[in-house]
């Protein structure tokens, strides 16, 4: 199905008419709204769809047309993409990739789903005090009946600016934890951390150096056997421990292969490898905007932790090496996405909470309140979880000491 009509003087089926917003003197350029649901026609976006992604400063790589596309190739339901687009003259200046699901009642979520650390909606910066409403209304208009769940909403977000003008049922929830450091050198990471912790980064340093690792970033007609390749020491250094089992799926491959063939080739993506002995031991990819640089995902062959090697600490020093350099934009956050493992608080990252944001029609405020709701339920039970397995498994430690007789 093609993309629903739009209009500048009358409010049609999946339109909306928003303000005028000013161009020049005595001129007014109106803003107009259309809901696309044909994925040929999402895939054709991709031009202007960047260009806004350009535009829009506190866009993620999550955000890029090559990410979501390509996710909706992999992920997408057919006959449930619903993208709303708003124009000024022609120009693409806001944006909403959503899909419909039902969970039992009509709910629209974004593109990019739970693989994705980040979603926002695009706002112009040039006219995002125009931009914000007009998507707003045109939300709205394409929700109807459905209320709109945006997850891992970092904050300054695009979206937020459409949660605030929201005419609406709205509700704002905590959502992932996401750790950051600042985008400096390594020397300035270290000094952050006490003197003995630095003194023993610095050893894990000093060994990383005498192995003679070589770092190589890959070029982009490289990439799908580069990608296959972090695939696969990702799946050897997570053997026998609890992997993610989305990262093993053939759909993530392909989605993986294609989007970073394309977000390399724009700037918004880097694939490392790390070589010893001329074998590749260590890759990793990192997600890149003007403000904020992500690593993603890592692999790493076993044989690096025998030799006693540190790969987080290896990791984090190229990365912190190459934004640093501006070599990623010059951006300001070298963020560590989503997840509160352990070795992560070593470097004394801040703590960021993403959001979690609702908007439906005022009808509809008892289905906003019964996600939210569950979604406390549910935020209540894994901190119970949270607190309750530590001591849970040192019993079970303990029983099982005594019944191998070792206490």
């Known amino acids: 199905m093609a993309a629903e009509p739009t209009t500048r003087h009358l409010v049609r089926a999946g339109t909306a008419q928003a303000p005028a917003a000013p161009v020049g003197?005595?001129?007014?350029?109106?803003?107009?709204?259309?809901?696309?649901?044909?994925?040929?026609?999402?895939?054709?976006?991709?031009?202007?769809?960047?260009?806004?992604?350009?535009?829009?400063?506190?866009?993620?790589?999550?955000?890029?047309?090559a990410w979501l596309h390509s996710w909706w190739l992999s992920y997408g339901t057919p006959g449930r993409l619903r993208v709303v687009l708003v124009r000024r003259g022609g120009t693409l200046v806001a944006a909403a990739p959503l899909m419909l699901t039902h969970r039992p009642f009509p709910v629209l979520v974004q593109l990019g789903g739970t693989i994705s650390d980040f979603s926002d909606v695009l706002l112009d910066d040039d006219c995002a005090d125009s931009a914000a409403p007009a998507l707003a209304k045109a939300l709205a208009t394409a929700a109807r009946t459905a209320v709109i769940d945006l997850r891992e909403v970092r904050p300054g977000a695009a979206a937020e600016r459409v949660y605030d003008c929201w005419d609406g049922a709205r509700d704002r929830l905590a959502d992932?934890?996401?750790?950051?450091?600042?985008?400096?050198?390594?020397?300035?990471?270290?000094?952050?951390?006490?003197?003995?912790r630095a003194q023993r980064a610095r050893a894990k340093i000093r060994k990383i150096d005498s192995l003679g690792i070589e770092v190589r970033v890959v070029p982009g007609e490289e990439i799908p056997t580069a990608v296959e390749r972090l695939l696969h020491l990702h799946r050897l250094q997570w053997q026998g421990r609890g992997v993610t089992p989305e990262?093993?799926?053939?759909?993530?491959?392909?989605?993986?292969?294609?989007?970073?063939?394309?977000m390399v080739g724009c700037g918004d993506a880097m694939v490392t490898e790390f070589r010893l002995g001329g074998e590749v031991v260590?890759?990793?990819?990192?997600?890149?905007?003007?403000?904020?640089?992500?690593?993603?995902?890592?692999?790493?062959?076993?044989?690096l932790r025998d030799r006693k090697v540190d790969v987080a600490t290896m990791l984090l020093r190229e990365s912190a090496r190459r934004t640093s350099a501006g070599g990623v934009g010059g951006c300001t956050t070298l963020s560590m996405l989503r997840g509160n493992e352990p070795y992560k608080h070593h470097w004394r990252p801040e703590t960021v909470c993403n959001q979690r944001l609702?908007?439906?029609?005022?009808?509809?405020?008892?289905?906003?309140?019964?996600?939210a709701a569950h979604a406390a339920a549910r935020g209540?039970?894994?901190?119970?979880?949270?607190?309750?397995?530590?001591?849970?498994?040192?019993?079970?430690?303990?029983r099982t000491r005594r019944g191998d007789g070792k206490e």
Do not use: K
């Open 358 to 371: 609702l908007l439906a029609r005022g009808l509809l405020s008892p289905s906003l309140r019964l996600i």
């Open 247 to 262: 990262h093993l799926s053939a759909r993530f491959s392909e989605h993986l292969t294609r989007s970073v063939r394309s």
């Open 25 to 65: 003197r005595g001129t007014f350029t109106p803003l107009t709204s259309e809901i696309c649901r044909d994925p040929d026609r999402f895939g054709a976006l991709a031009a202007e769809w960047t260009a806004l992604h350009r535009r829009c400063g506190p866009a993620t790589p999550f955000q890029s047309h």
């Open 176 to 196: 992932s934890p996401c750790l950051e450091l600042p985008a400096v050198p390594m020397d300035e990471l270290l000094g952050r951390l006490p003197s003995s």
């Open 380 to 398: 209540r039970a894994a901190v119970l979880v949270n607190e309750r397995l530590p001591a849970m498994r040192a019993g079970l430690a303990r």
């Open 282 to 303: 260590a890759a990793d990819l990192t997600l890149m905007s003007p403000r904020l640089a992500g690593g993603y995902l890592y692999g790493a062959d076993p044989t």
